[in-house]
């Protein structure tokens, strides 16, 4: 069975950073996306950043020149680097993965972890 267990979460002042992990275990064929969403209080879940199994990534527009998203060689954990944090980037952070392309966005992915909360202080 699939299971992603996010980390890293935590409470931080605006313009610290943050570094999110998400070890992904029990499957052994290779994701074709991996991605993070965020969902703030009272709003709706966004995709936040995706990377493709050709290396490829992309994010959204709030985040791109802040946030870095990355994998370890083995493709079983996945980063998320937040610099420069945000009172607005204040969310429950889930990490995701699935077998179609990213393109897709949420419908891509076939795997959700439980979420990592991130709370930014101004």
């Known amino acids: 069975q699939v299971q992603l267990v996010e980390s890293g979460g935590g409470s931080v002042q605006a313009g610290g950073s943050l570094s999110l992990s998400c070890v992904a275990s029990?499957?052994?064929?290779?994701?074709?996306?991996m991605a993070w969403f965020r969902q703030a209080p009272g709003k709706e879940r966004e995709g936040v950043a995706t990377?493709?199994?050709?290396?490829?990534?992309s994010y959204a527009d709030s985040v791109k020149a802040r946030f870095t998203i990355s994998k370890d060689n083995g493709y079983n954990t996945l980063y998320l680097q937040m610099n420069s944090l945000k009172s607005e980037d204040t969310a429950m952070y889930y990490c995701a993965a699935g077998y179609a392309s990213c393109s897709e966005g949420s419908y891509a992915m076939a795997y959700w972890g439980k979420g990592t909360l991130v709370t930014i202080s101004s």
């Open positions: 990377l493709g199994r050709d290396g490829r990534t």
């Open positions: 029990g499957f052994s064929d290779t994701f074709r996306c």
